[in-house]
Structures are given as structure tokens and as C-alpha cells.
């Protein structure tokens, strides 16, 4: 059993100021930047946002907008016409339901078309300050790992995880596994030799003795 105090312990030696890196202002900027960074890169999508922002600063303008001219506006950040068609069906919904507003609770965030758990969490730990673990392509690898989960499917890896972090530790800890992923436990060949989490993670040890 991984000893989950330490592990947190060093993330926050490591990671003291770690946050999201998606540029945005309020809500519906973060809602609008987590749902274009899907297979795209934080810089990409903070590039993109800089203009798109100046141009779209209500919900209304997603819902009311030519859907081709948005999909143009977004294009740098890929699957531009699954996105676009998301932003503007959400926009609608937040109108629709919410007079424009991005709601703040988990079960009215993944009824809005194209926010699944995993940008929920994003929302709400970073724009609402209320904790939520995000389990991206990172979290779950690193996790699987470590051995703090056997799980594969993203939404069961964050129930394993709920159950072993405390609360208030839920938005960094996702924060930080994601830039220890991007610097260290990469995705093809992690740095374990360099990693000061190896001798808390099943994968390190395994790698280390063989
Ligand atoms: S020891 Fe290796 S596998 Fe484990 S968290 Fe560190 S880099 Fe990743």
C-alpha cells in the first residue's frame, strides 16, 4: 500500500505552485479553453483564446454565431468542428437554462453537451475553487504507475483516487501529476532514476531492480 501522505508530501516539494495553464478570466473562458484543449497543447489553446475571447465574451455569442465562422476561429486547435459544434450547442444550453451563466455544481456541468466529468473538474477546482480531481491522459497513467489505481476507465480512477486524497488536496494533486507528467513521468519513457517519487511507485520499482 503506497504510502499516499508521502507521495503528496513530495509532489508539493516539487510542484509548489502548480495550476492550471490555460489562460482565461472567468468561467466560461476556462469552459470554452478545456474544451479546445482536447488533443492540443495548453500553449496552442492559449494562442488561439487570445483573440477568440476579445471576440466571443458571452455564452449568447457561441449560440448565436455562424457555426462555420467559429470553426474557422478555432481550426489551430484540431477536431475544430466536434469542438465548434460543442461551443455552440453549450453556449445555447448555458442561455437556455442558466441566463448565460456557467453553473457550479458537477451534476449540472456534465449535462451540458460536450462536458464530460473530466472537464468538469476542470471548472470547478480552477474557476470555482471547489476540489475536484481532473483524470487526463497524465493523471491516469501516473496513477496506474504509481499503484494508487488498477483501474483503466477515467471516471473509475477518479472514484480510487477520492477515496485515497484528501479533499482539499483533489485540484492541486491533479495539477501536479500533470506537469510531473510532462517533465518527468512521460507517456513513452519515464525518468525513474530521476524521479523523486521511485521508491513510493509500483512501475519505479519494478523498472528499478530489473
Ligand atoms: S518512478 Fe517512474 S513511473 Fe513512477 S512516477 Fe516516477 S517517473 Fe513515473
Not at 494562442?47 to 475571447?53: D, E, R, W
Not at 470553426?71 to 484540431?78: A, H, K, M, S, Y
Request: hydrophobic share 35%; with cysteine.
Amino acid at each position: 500500500m503506497q504510502d499516499i501522505l508521502a507521495i503528496l508530501r513530495i509532489l508539493d516539494q516539487m510542484y509548489p505552485k502548480a495550476k492550471c495553464s490555460l489562460d482565461f478570466k472567468n468561467p466560461l473562458e476556462l469552459l470554452v479553453a478545456t474544451v479546445l484543449s482536447a488533443q492540443c497543447t495548453d500553449e496552442r489553446v492559449n494562442q488561439v483564446t487570445k483573440n477568440l475571447f476579445k471576440k466571443y465574451q458571452a455564452a449568447a455569442d457561441y449560440a448565436n454565431g455562424p457555426l462555420n465562422e467559429l470553426e474557422e476561429d478555432i481550426r489551430p486547435t484540431g477536431f475544430f468542428r466536434n469542438k465548434a459544434k460543442s461551443l455552440k450547442n453549450c453556449g445555447a444550453a448555458l442561455v437556455k437554462k442558466y441566463k448565460g451563466e456557467v453553473p457550479n455544481s458537477l451534476e449540472e456541468l456534465v449535462k451540458l453537451p460536450g462536458i464530460g466529468r473530466k472537464t468538469a473538474n476542470v471548472i470547478l477546482g480552477t474557476a470555482f475553487n471547489t476540489p475536484g480531481i481532473v483524470v487526463d491522459t497524465h493523471v491516469g497513467r501516473i496513477t496506474q504507475r504509481i499503484g494508487l489505481t488498477r483501474q483503466r476507465d477515467p471516471v473509475k480512477i477518479e472514484f480510487d483516487l477520492m477515496e485515497l486524497i484528501p479533499k482539499e488536496k483533489w485540484t492541486v494533486f491533479s495539477h501536479q501529476l500533470i506537469q510531473h507528467g510532462r517533465k518527468i513521468c512521460t507517456a513513452r519513457k519515464p525518468k525513474c532514476p530521476d524521479c523523486p517519487l521511485l521508491e513510493h511507485c509500483d512501475h519505479g520499482q519494478v523498472t528499478a531492480g530489473s
